[in-house]
């Protein structure tokens, strides 16, 4: 049981209470509180009573019950004595004794469930708000009728009323937080939120009973521990018991309403009053039980927890999903929400299993982006009949969960059953498992070259396709960009061939710098995606492709409107896997955003929930892999550096096929961030220059710009030549600013650094833009400008500050200048890691001498002895390391 609740999401509700509850001599101090039951409403009282600072002898409390409603002052059983025949005598004396002697406003009554008073008891209240005898909040449930000397009471303008809503989002996440003293993966918070409404009775509830059974809990995995739900709950008997008093009193032909909403909803409102009736449906509505978007809209439960207290009689359920299948066949709908409602509905219910319609809905739920629903309709079209086909359909959604190990399996039973053709049709689907899925690109061309008919044009067409994904995965850009090219203009009958080589040709465009054809690209993929049904579950891919291409050269801008594109295209989710599918591919998306931006804690925060989202098992594995070097590459940028290793060498570990080079830029920019964390800034610069040359011979210049661009920024000022060579290569803004970056520093131009910085926020890269102001500052700083070098380093700390505290190698040379060399204060850095003068020569590639050479002469210039004094220069303490919450965030700037 969680005891100890704070009061969130209500200081604006508490501000209006008090200022009511001291009254200004002209009207009667108090406020009637009125909304949902467990809104929180009995809550807020007793807190705004609290805040009023009364005594204790001057605060009494009186509450209103549906038991004693009948019984003449029966909410003040404790303070009437006199049990005489006149009303009014006894009314006077329960007034005397609760004001006595005070001036009036002295006493402070709260009255809670004011609807529920026995009319005597509501009447003296009412004397106590017009007489002005004492300061009054009432509580009073929505939807119900009061007594009338109640109602009055702010009907008559005696007493505001403040209307109570439930909370927000925001406000229930904060208080989630607050309550389980961590933090909350996004999707559990917009689950619990769905679930409860923002009703902070339920939610209580709720917390309780899901923590006790172990489906509410505090995942451990990356980066530190988030709290998770599962999503399903099984209601505790208290919350069962709240929820079905709403329905208690309602008549038989309600609750059957209730009961189809329960077992699927939204319902059309012509389906709803097929299997039920109008005059019930209407009856429903009246008392608050359903909800219509328009009027003859489709309907849904007013409350989720509705529908649960209702999916009990699983005998009468199957039945009634029966007949709702039954009826939406009538309808002849083509929406894919209603093939895939009608699917699930036949799958559980009296109805004969339909193989036909399991086979159509896989397809459509695919479409609609519920890949895990897709794989199950498909198991049960198999299961009633369908064969090959519907194990076929089973891989595409298995594929494009990222499961690679799972479909392979199912794969590899297809490759001992299919015959002919169809085998040639199972050895593109193991090819484009293993190259997009697995990385092992050299199992992919050998099940091709094996398997694939020559004589077999469509089975053709789709390997060409995924060859163009192999060449892309092997870093050959150009030669992807030509083959995905030609399948394109050839324009092939097969959607799934065109939407591959759509894939494969915008990560070449990426890789080689020409972003200027990647949006048309793009537009071509998503008009496909919105033309062909069987391949616009794809359209998620093309999303994160399409963002993504746009990384390396700087187009931030672009990539985000690629990224809003996905937001928009799932607002309106009907299905609950469907919404995960979404919310998890929206999460990772804005991830990379963040990282692009800087935006440190959030990018941290999102590449975590992204890594849960893949789970610990095998799936997920692509976007497992980038996930993690991105939380490695925020986390380092943030100065943490251990942190930072312990998110990079789990990717160190992964089987990997020496042939898949698609994500090695990414993997060197994390480990060279990593090493400058730890302050090892030469092996850093030396990483990202191998790095460099690698992909300079590969032909993928757009990460070539980025390596060197980050070298730069840890101090190498060797860059400039082949950047400004690069420039004519690389379309985008970055290859340009980062060009003049790298001249400025070779030359030790301070304005120059000042005019890269504003170039690289300019489009976006904020961590890039605060180390080359930073770079400014110390620039100006060694050329005695001590102007021009403050107002370059409050430019710095100020982007440092947006990203949420950066906290780099340029940072802290540049906002802590001291005079010694960058040599120096790498070695200073590796000491402060704790590193011993052997551990840092070997780190360093330098003899035991040199070490202690560089730590002699350092320790001449500063004034200082022993490697503590140097560190305490180089590092001064600071304890500022968490944020407000209490959760580990990026540290501030040193």
Same mark, same amino acid.
């Given at each position: 049981?969680?005891?100890?609740?704070?009061?969130?999401?209500?200081?604006?509700?508490?501000?209006?209470?008090?200022?009511?509850?001291?009254?200004?001599?002209?009207?009667?101090?108090?406020?009637?509180?009125?909304?949902?039951?467990?809104?929180?409403?009995?809550?807020?009282?007793?807190?705004?009573?609290?805040?009023?600072?009364?005594?204790?002898?001057?605060?009494?409390?009186?509450?209103?019950?549906?038991?004693?409603?009948?019984?003449?002052?029966?909410? %003040?059983?404790?303070?009437?004595?006199?049990?005489?025949?006149?009303?009014?005598?006894?009314?006077?004396?329960?007034?005397?004794?609760?004001?006595?002697?005070?001036?009036?406003?002295?006493?402070?009554?709260?009255?809670?469930?004011?609807?529920?008073?026995?009319?005597?008891?509501?009447?003296?209240?009412?004397?106590?708000?017009?007489?002005?005898?004492?300061?009054?909040?009432?509580?009073?449930? #929505?939807?119900?009728?009061?007594?009338?000397?109640?109602?009055?009471?702010?009907?008559?303008?005696?007493?505001?009323?403040?209307?109570?809503?439930?909370?927000?989002?925001?406000?229930?996440?904060?208080?989630?937080?607050?309550?389980?003293?961590?933090?909350?993966?996004?999707?559990?918070?917009?689950?619990?939120?769905? %679930?409860?409404?923002?009703?902070?009775?339920?939610?209580?509830?709720?917390?309780?009973?899901?923590?006790?059974?172990?489906?509410?809990?505090?995942?451990?995995?990356?980066?530190?521990?988030?709290?998770?739900?599962?999503? !399903?709950?099984?209601?505790?008997?208290?919350?069962?018991?709240?929820?079905?008093?709403?329905?208690?009193?309602?008549?038989?032909?309600?609750?059957?309403?209730?009961?189809?909403?329960?077992?699927?909803?939204?319902?059309?409102?012509?389906?709803?009053?097929?299997?039920?009736?109008?005059?019930?449906?209407?009856?429903?509505?009246?008392?608050?039980?359903?909800?219509?978007?328009?009027?003859?809209?489709?309907?849904?439960?007013?409350?989720?927890?509705? $529908?649960?207290?209702?999916?009990?009689?699983?005998?009468?359920?199957?039945?009634?999903? $029966?007949?709702?299948?039954?009826?939406?066949?009538?309808?002849?709908?083509?929406?894919?929400?209603?093939?895939?409602?009608?699917?699930?509905?036949?799958?559980?219910?009296?109805?004969?299993?339909?193989?036909?319609?399991?086979?159509?809905?896989?397809?459509?739920?695919? !479409?609609?982006?519920?890949?895990?629903?897709?794989?199950?309709?498909?198991?049960?079209?198999?299961?009633?009949? #369908?064969?090959?086909?519907?194990?076929?359909?089973?891989?595409?959604?298995?594929?494009?969960?990222?499961?690679?190990?799972?479909?392979?399996?199912?794969?590899?039973?297809?490759?001992?059953?299919?015959?002919?053709?169809?085998?040639?049709?199972?050895?593109?689907?193991?090819?484009?498992?293993?190259?997009?899925?697995?990385?092992?690109?050299?199992?992919?061309?050998?099940?091709?070259?094996?398997?694939?008919?020559?004589?077999?044009?469509?089975?053709?067409?789709?390997?060409?396709?995924?060859?163009?994904?192999? *060449?892309?995965?092997?870093?050959?850009?150009?030669?992807?960009?030509?083959?995905?090219?030609?399948?394109?203009?050839?324009?092939?009958?097969?959607?799934?061939?065109?939407?591959?080589?759509?894939?494969?040709?915008?990560?070449?465009?990426?890789?080689?710098?020409?972003?200027?054809?990647?949006?048309?690209?793009?537009?071509?993929?998503?008009?496909?995606?919105?033309?062909?049904?069987?391949?616009?579950?794809?359209?998620?891919?093309?999303?994160?492709?399409?963002?993504?291409?746009?990384?390396?050269?700087?187009?931030?801008?672009?990539?985000?409107?690629?990224?809003?594109?996905?937001?928009?295209?799932?607002?309106?989710?009907?299905?609950?896997?469907?919404?995960?599918?979404?919310?998890?591919?929206?999460?990772?998306?804005?991830?990379?955003?963040?990282?692009?931006?800087?935006?440190?804690?959030?990018?941290?925060?999102?590449?975590?929930?992204?890594?849960?989202?893949?789970?610990?098992?095998?799936?997920?594995?692509?976007?497992?892999? %980038?996930?993690?070097?991105?939380?490695?590459?925020?986390?380092?940028?943030?100065?943490?550096?251990?942190?930072?290793?312990?998110?990079?060498?789990?990717?160190?570990?992964?089987?990997?096929?020496?042939?898949?080079?698609?994500?090695?830029?990414?993997?060197?920019?994390?480990?060279?961030?990593?090493?400058?964390?730890?302050?090892?800034?030469?092996?850093?610069?030396?990483?990202?220059?191998?790095?460099?040359?690698?992909?300079?011979?590969?032909?993928?210049?757009?990460?070539?710009?980025?390596?060197?661009?980050?070298?730069?920024?840890?101090?190498?000022?060797?860059?400039?030549?082949?950047?400004?060579?690069?420039?004519?290569?690389? !379309?985008?803004?970055?290859?340009?600013?980062?060009?003049?970056?790298? $001249?400025?520093?070779?030359?030790?131009?301070?304005?120059?650094?000042?005019?890269?910085?504003?170039?690289?926020?300019?489009?976006?890269?904020?961590?890039?833009?605060?180390?080359?102001?930073?770079?400014?500052?110390?620039?100006?700083?060694?050329? $005695?400008?001590?102007? #021009?070098?403050?107002?370059?380093?409050?430019?710095?700390?100020?982007?440092?500050?947006?990203?949420?505290?950066?906290?780099?190698?340029?940072?802290?040379?540049?906002?802590?200048?001291?005079?010694?060399?960058?040599?120096?204060?790498?070695?200073? *850095?590796?000491?402060?890691?704790?590193?011993?003068?052997? !551990?840092?020569?070997?780190?360093?590639?330098?003899?035991?001498?040199?070490?202690?050479?560089?730590?002699?002469?350092?320790?001449?210039?500063?004034?200082?002895?022993?490697?503590?004094?140097?560190?305490?220069?180089?590092?001064?303490?600071?304890? #500022?390391?968490?944020?407000?919450?209490?959760?580990?965030?990026?540290?501030?700037?040193?």
């Amino acid at each position: 049981m969680i005891r100890d609740w704070p009061l969130l999401g209500r200081a604006e509700e508490l501000r209006v209470i008090t200022d009511a509850t001291r009254g200004d001599g002209h009207r009667t101090r108090g406020i009637v509180l009125t909304g949902a039951a467990g809104v929180g409403k009995t809550s807020l009282a007793r807190a705004a009573v609290a805040a009023c600072g009364r005594p204790p002898e001057h605060i009494r409390w009186i509450t209103g019950t549906a038991s004693a409603r009948d019984v003449p002052l029966a909410a %003040f059983a404790d303070i009437a004595v006199d049990f005489g025949p006149d009303p009014l005598r006894r009314s006077r004396e329960v007034i005397d004794t609760l004001v006595g002697d005070s001036t009036g406003n002295d006493v402070i009554l709260g009255v809670d469930d004011a609807h529920l008073l026995d009319d005597l008891s509501a009447f003296t209240v009412h004397q106590l708000v017009t007489r002005r005898l004492a300061t009054v909040i009432l509580t009073v449930r #929505s939807r119900e009728r009061p007594p009338d000397a109640i109602a009055a009471i702010w009907q008559q303008k005696h007493l505001e009323c403040l209307e109570l809503q439930p909370l927000s989002l925001p406000e229930m996440t904060a208080l989630v937080e607050q309550v389980l003293a961590g933090p909350v993966h996004s999707r559990c918070a917009q689950q619990l939120w769905q %679930f409860t409404q923002g009703n902070v009775l339920y939610l209580r509830h709720l917390l309780d009973s899901e923590i006790g059974a172990g489906r509410l809990h505090l995942n451990s995995g990356a980066g530190g521990g988030v709290w998770l739900w599962d999503g !399903q709950p099984q209601l505790s008997p208290t919350l069962t018991e709240l929820i079905e008093s709403r329905i208690a009193s309602t008549t038989q032909p309600v609750r059957e309403v209730v009961d189809a909403l329960a077992v699927t909803e939204p319902l059309d409102i012509a389906i709803l009053t097929t299997v039920t009736s109008a005059d019930a449906v209407a009856q429903a509505h009246a008392l608050g039980l359903l909800r219509l978007d328009t009027a003859d809209g489709p309907a849904r439960l007013a409350h989720p927890m509705l $529908g649960e207290v209702r999916r009990t009689n699983s005998l009468r359920m199957r039945r009634l999903r $029966g007949r709702i299948a039954a009826a939406l066949a009538t309808t002849k709908s083509t929406d894919p929400r209603d093939l895939v409602r009608r699917a699930v509905l036949t799958a559980d219910s009296d109805l004969p299993a339909d193989p036909t319609l399991f086979g159509a809905a896989t397809w459509a739920a695919m !479409q609609l982006l519920d890949l895990r629903l897709a794989e199950t309709l498909a198991q049960r079209a198999e299961a009633s009949g #369908s064969g090959i086909q519907a194990k076929i359909a089973q891989v595409m959604a298995l594929t494009w969960q990222e499961r690679g190990h799972d479909a392979e399996r199912v794969l590899a039973e297809l490759a001992e059953q299919a015959p002919g053709p169809l085998r040639a049709h199972v050895a593109m689907l193991r090819a484009l498992n293993f190259a997009g899925i697995l990385g092992q690109i050299a199992r992919a061309e050998r099940e091709l070259d094996e398997f694939m008919a020559a004589d077999d044009a469509d089975t053709q067409v789709l390997a060409a396709a995924v060859r163009a994904l192999i *060449e892309a995965a092997r870093g050959h850009a150009a030669a992807a960009a030509d083959r995905a090219a030609d399948i394109l203009t050839a324009t092939p009958d097969s959607n799934l061939a065109r939407m591959l080589a759509t894939f494969a040709l915008i990560s070449a465009l990426r890789d080689l710098g020409r972003v200027d054809e990647i949006e048309a690209a793009a537009q071509a993929g998503y008009a496909l995606a919105e033309a062909a049904n069987e391949v616009s579950h794809l359209r998620v891919p093309l999303y994160f492709l399409h963002a993504y291409a746009y990384r390396p050269a700087g187009e931030l801008a672009q990539s985000d409107t690629a990224i809003a594109r996905i937001r928009q295209d799932t607002l309106d989710i009907p299905f609950e896997g469907s919404w995960h599918v979404a919310e998890s591919w929206r999460a990772y998306m804005a991830g990379l955003s963040a990282m692009n931006r800087g935006d440190l804690p959030e990018a941290q925060r999102l590449c975590q929930e992204s890594l849960v989202d893949a789970g610990s098992d095998h799936s997920g594995r692509p976007r497992k892999r %980038f996930a993690r070097l991105w939380l490695a590459t925020v986390t380092a940028m943030a100065g943490r550096g251990a942190d930072a290793r312990r998110e990079f060498e789990p990717t160190m570990h992964w089987d990997t096929d020496p042939d898949a080079v698609g994500w090695i830029g990414e993997s060197s920019l994390a480990q060279a961030w990593m090493c400058a964390a730890e302050g090892a800034v030469s092996q850093a610069i030396s990483i990202l220059h191998d790095a460099a040359t690698r992909e300079a011979d590969l032909g993928r210049h757009a990460w070539e710009v980025l390596l060197l661009q980050t070298a730069t920024q840890f101090g190498d000022r060797t860059a400039a030549p082949r950047l400004t060579e690069l420039t004519h290569l690389v !379309q985008g803004p970055r290859a340009a600013v980062a060009a003049g970056h790298a $001249g400025a520093l070779a030359a030790d131009d301070g304005n120059g650094l000042l005019v890269a910085a504003t170039g690289y926020e300019q489009f976006g890269d904020r961590i890039a833009a605060a180390d080359a102001a930073a770079q400014a500052a110390a620039v100006h700083h060694r050329n $005695g400008k001590r102007g #021009s070098a403050l107002t370059a380093a409050a430019t710095a700390q100020r982007l440092a500050a947006e990203c949420g505290g950066a906290d780099t190698p340029a940072l802290r040379a540049g906002t802590l200048p001291l005079p010694i060399t960058g040599r120096q204060r790498e070695i200073i *850095e590796l000491a402060a890691q704790g590193l011993s003068n052997k !551990q840092i020569a070997d780190r360093l590639t330098m003899s035991v001498r040199s070490v202690e050479g560089h730590l002699f002469r350092a320790s001449q210039r500063l004034g200082v002895n022993g490697r503590d004094g140097l560190i305490a220069m180089v590092h001064p303490p600071d304890a #500022s390391d968490r944020n407000d919450a209490g959760y580990d965030l990026p540290i501030s700037p040193r």
